[in-house]
Structures are given as structure tokens and as C-alpha cells.
């Protein structure tokens, strides 16, 4: 069965950093374009930045409230994502969710995802 893990949810102080994973297993994931998504309470969920892949290299496009403080990268030998979170705020608290959809160009809506993880909550303090 194909799933996807995250971890390094935490809480952390206005500032900080934090560094999430999220683990594929069932599939190798180094031709599918992936994503970092984040839900607040009583908001719906959105996109922080999502990752495509061409054949001149890998894609990125981060959401404007991200930009400058957060880096995805992916680890394939691992099968593994990462979301390198600095200068973290409080606006930045939400559970956070990696996704995968199975084709290789780069998808900005939530509906686009195939395969999602279970979360992680993120919480920075004032």
C-alpha cells in the first residue's frame, strides 16, 4: 500500500525553525510532482509550495507568505521530502501535509493530489 509519512511537526517559538519529512514508502516517488500544504483552524487548506519535475530539472513555486523563509528539497535514494521551515511565525501555526500526485508537472490546487499524509501540527509561539 502506498503511503506517505511526515514528521517533525512541533512546537516552536516565534523565529525558530523546523525542519518537516515526509516519507514515501509502496512507490518510488522521483518522477511524481509533490507538494507541502497546511491547514489552519477554520481555514481551508493551502498550498505552500509545490515541487514539479521537467526534464531541465526540478520546478518550484512557493506561496508568497513562504517565500524567502521555507526550502523544499527531496532526498530520492530516501524517498523522502523535505520542508526546511526558518523564521517561523505565528501566522505559520497549521497542521501541515506533504501530497503526491502521479505525474510529473508541477500542480498548485489541492484537488490535483493523488496521495496525501497524515499531518503534522506545526505550532510557533508569540
Known amino acids: 500500500q502506498v503511503q506517505l509519512v511526515e514528521s517533525g511537526g512541533g512546537l516552536v517559538q516565534a523565529g525558530g525553525s523546523l525542519r518537516l519529512s515526509c516519507a514515501a514508502s509502496g512507490r518510488t516517488f522521483g518522477s511524481y510532482a509533490m507538494g507541502w500544504f497546511r491547514q489552519a483552524p477554520g481555514k481551508e487548506r493551502e498550498l505552500v509550495v509545490a515541487l514539479g519535475i521537467s526534464r531541465t530539472g526540478d520546478h518550484t513555486y512557493y506561496a508568497d507568505p513562504v517565500k524567502g523563509r521555507f526550502a523544499i528539497s527531496r532526498d530520492n535514494a530516501k524517498n523522502t521530502m523535505y520542508l526546511q521551515m526558518n523564521s517561523l511565525k505565528p501566522e505559520d501555526t497549521a497542521v501541515y501535509y506533504c501530497?503526491?500526485?502521479?505525474?510529473?508537472?508541477?500542480?498548485?490546487?489541492?484537488?490535483?493530489?493523488?496521495?496525501w499524509g497524515q499531518g503534522t501540527q506545526v505550532t510557533v509561539s508569540s
Open positions: 501530497a503526491a500526485r502521479a505525474l510529473a508537472t508541477m500542480a498548485l490546487s489541492p484537488t490535483a493530489y493523488d496521495l
